[in-house]
């Protein structure tokens, strides 16, 4: 064995297949905005936007420092879709040829100096009481009104279609709709949105999760391949403890292997017995408290398992649900936590 060390792999083919899962859930007109704020939800910013670059319409980001990152590799419309808040932040939107939100009336006076330069995409408070402008305070923006512009909302609840605020939400975008009416375009649906409520795809879609594989719809697939190797075996007997705390006892003779990741890695630390992992394509499972740099799961079942062996905690075959469901945990949380020090690989950029 070199010198261990965890490694997350991250396979933009996995991405670009997602996107096309996504894709045929869409009406043919419908653009797709790839959503890779936080550092393309771990997937390397800058690498997704050159290997995505082909399979998407668009970008959305956060913050500006973003968007200028991605304008280095594309030429594909930005959104920066928290807004900007200063001139010079306006003047590097018009420089750059990049797309904001206007959320709250209190951008409007600096946003009116740059109407004629700047495409925005107006954002309305339909009830999720994030971000967003008003109903009641929705005509003070009326000379954003134009076909230029792109009216948006986002949902609170598109992961449950069951709940009422989905209802009051959509219809409050209708208000807002015929108070513009014109020709603008529309958006409202996230990754989730997108499986539950086809029919609100309008203009744009603007996936983030489902492209990365961590949302549960036939075809989509974990892009993201986190592993680290066996640095140890245990052989215990019946009724011997485990880990920090003595977490666990065995319940009979036991083959334990410790594997060179923990906490530090991003792993969560609040993992309970049972949670998967893959280890020479059988599954194992966790086994005893997650430490900051080892894990403990137990091979007793797995033929040959030996030192140098590599332990998948999620992958393409073990999807990164699996894990989020088990320690109710979002699989959101989970791709953004990666540490720095885990070694990074990149296939099919
Ligand atoms: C993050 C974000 C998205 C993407 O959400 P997913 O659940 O990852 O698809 C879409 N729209 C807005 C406004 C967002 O902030």
Known sequence: MIEPNSELIIDYELIRNNIQVIRSNLHSNCKIMGIIKSN??????????????????????????????????????????????????????????????????????????????????????TGMNRLGIGLDEFDQCHWLFKDSNTLMTHLACADNPEDELNNTQLKNFDDAWNQVANSMQRSVLNSAGIFNFPDQAYDWVRPGIAMYGGIDFPGLKTAMTFRSQIISIQSLDKDERIGYGGRVKTKKPSKIAIVYCGYADGFPQTAIDGTSVIVNSYQSQIIGRVSMDLISIDVTEIPDCKIGDWCELWSADLSILENAKKNHLISYELMTKMSQRVKRQYLNI
């Open 40 to 125: 393309a939800y771990g997937h390397d910013l800058k690498k997704a936007s050159q290997a995505l670059d082909d399979v998407i319409d668009g970008y959305g980001v956060v913050r500006l420092g973003e968007a200028l990152k991605i304008r280095e590799v594309s030429s594909k419309p930005i959104l920066a879709m928290q807004g900007v808040y200063s001139s010079d932040a306006y003047d590097a939107l018009k420089k750059n040829n990049i797309w904001s939100v206007v959320h709250s009336i209190s951008q409007l006076p600096l946003a009116k100096q740059y109407q004629d330069d700047l495409l925005f995409w107006i954002k309305v408070n």
